[in-house]
């Protein structure tokens, strides 16, 4: 195994056409759907920078920017963004293209942490990334922060050390009832 690659070895897409059976009541493309090829494309690119069977470990938020209708094209592309010892963040974009118009829209973008796992289910290493341009620099950058965010967030709000003083003040205007 490689002791570092570049993003480019493992980066992964795919195309698909969305069908009547991939919408929901609205018509649209379901989001659920979308989420599911993100995780296999995540899936793809993480297995095949690690060169090994990998799980979702977590999903960073996915926000729905433009809805995908049916019989666009949908391409979702996935890089690795960082690595750590068993762990890599991939990057998954999602763009979905009027067939008729060849108008495209950015539908979604999120990141995946995946986790390399042996046949026993022990996390294994993986390679490390290579760093080779200004924008993998601030990808790699961008997911040390969140994971530091990440940290910080689930921390504050734990129940061991919530403190409900420091919050209150937070909760005036918001649509709800305060009745401790």
Request: aromatic share 6%; hydrophobic share 35%; glycine share 6%.
């Amino acid at each position: 195994m490689k002791e570092y690659k570049t993003s480019k070895e493992s980066r992964v897409s795919i195309t698909e056409l969305m069908l009547p059976a991939h919408s929901n009541f609205g018509g649209k493309v379901h989001g659920g759907h979308i989420l599911n090829l993100m995780d296999q494309i995540a899936f793809a690119c993480a297995s095949k920078h690690s060169r090994s069977y990998c799980v979702t470990a977590s999903v960073n938020k996915v926000d729905f920017l433009n809805p995908i209708e049916v019989g666009e094209l949908v391409t979702l592309k996935a890089s690795i963004n960082f690595t750590g010892r068993t762990s890599m963040v991939v990057g998954v974009r999602v763009e979905s293209e009027n067939i008729r118009t060849g108008k495209k829209k950015h539908c979604n973008s999120s990141y995946f942490t995946m986790v390399a796992k042996d046949l026993e289910g022990k996390s294994i290493p993986i390679p490390g990334l290579i760093v080779d341009s200004i924008e993998s620099v601030r990808r790699f950058s961008r997911s040390i922060q969140r994971k530091s965010e990440s940290s910080s967030r689930t921390s504050r709000f734990d129940s061991a050390n919530f403190k409900v003083d420091d919050y209150i003040a937070h909760l005036e205007g918001e649509n709800m009832k305060l009745d401790l």
